[in-house]
């Protein structure tokens, strides 16, 4: 039986609708949510993202704004504007685009955010926190897979997860989170990399398989165990004749054969992507609330 496609346009849906309840009771109360992104340079991948990012905010009463610098920005320029992000009240959730131009150092940048306005979850505090199980601003794509999860009624509790990929913005933070003593949590988690040997043996004995590799369709129907669930993060883009514009987006996972195998399956587009940017809503919603672990 073909598995179950795990809608992650609805799931982010309900999510939206839950963060903008709370933005209204927020603004009643004279508090008015504000988000500020900075984009260094002009990758078109980037501009399109935080256009997205933007428009999300605005839409649900988020206000935003966009800090443009040139791709030459040196690295004390940027650190000068995120200082100043850091400084300003109006300002509840900073983020800073990545990637950026190669004379700047991300790990430095990302460091320079507030840790109480880290609505990306990327600070070492912010990590930190998470990995010992403290109140923290989680990043938005972990946080997004845990969400689908819970909310499509496959509670990782008990199960073994296999992440594939050990990535600072995904594999990582996600394997912190899932291993937790807490709800979302309490999953046996198992990392792969390009170092591990034989990763569909690790995937086949997996309740829960997530993909953030980064290759497109690497994870193939041989490697899942029948009634499975896959979490595909990839977001790569292949060459397609058919299409106008000559590619598609696809996953890390063989979509078409692992579905005909899996328990239950998110697409690409469709799945994990419309969660991380709802986190990162929700995440605002947080900061402006006055950061995690706040009382109302
Ligand atoms: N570039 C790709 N993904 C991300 C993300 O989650 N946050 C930021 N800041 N930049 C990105």
């Known amino acids: 039986m073909p598995a179950t496609i795990i809608d992650g346009n609805a799931v982010a849906q309900q999510i939206r609708d839950e963060v903008r309840r709370e933005i209204d009771v927020l603004r009643a109360r004279g508090i008015d949510p504000g988000l500020a992104v900075v984009l260094v340079g002009d990758n078109p991948g980037s501009v399109s993202y935080v256009r ?33 992000l850091n400084a300003d009240p109006k300002w ?30 990327l600070t070492p505090v912010n990590v930190g926190r998470l990995f010992r199980g403290e109140p923290a601003l989680i990043s938005c794509t972990p946080h997004g897979v845990q969400e689908l ?59 829960i398989v997530v993909a953030a590799i980064g290759r497109p369709q690497a994870v193939t129907a041989d490697m899942v165990r029948a009634g499975s669930v896959v979490i595909d993060v990839g977001v790569n883009r292949i060459p397609d004749a058919t299409k106008k514009s000559g590619a598609r987006l696809v996953g890390d996972v063989d979509f078409d054969a692992v579905a005909q195998k899996a328990g239950a399956i998110t697409p690409v587009p469709g799945g994990v992507g419309p969660l991380t940017r709802a986190m990162l809503l929700a995440n605002t919603l947080i900061a402006a609330k006055g950061g995690p672990g706040s009382v109302d």
């Not at 983020?95 to 990306?120: N, R, Y």
């Open 92 to 121: 509840h959730g900073v983020l800073v685009q990545l990637p950026l131009p190669p004379q700047i150092s991300e790990s430095t940048v990302i460091a320079a955010v507030s840790p109480g306005k880290d609505v990306d979850g």
């Open 149 to 207: 999860l819970m909310r499509s009624g496959n509670d990782p509790a008990g199960k073994h997860v296999v992440i594939c990929g050990r990535s600072n913005l995904v594999g990582k933070p996600l394997a912190g989170l899932l291993m937790q003593k807490a709800p979302g949590g309490n999953a046996t988690v198992t990392i792969c990399h390009t170092g591990t040997r034989d990763i569909g043996a690790f995937t086949r004995r997996a309740d």
């Open 52 to 84: 997205g990012k933007t428009r999300d905010a605005e839409e649900i009463g988020i206000r935003s704004t966009t800090i443009r610098l040139p791709e030459r920005t040196t690295q004390e320029e940027l650190l000068h504007v995120v200082g100043g």
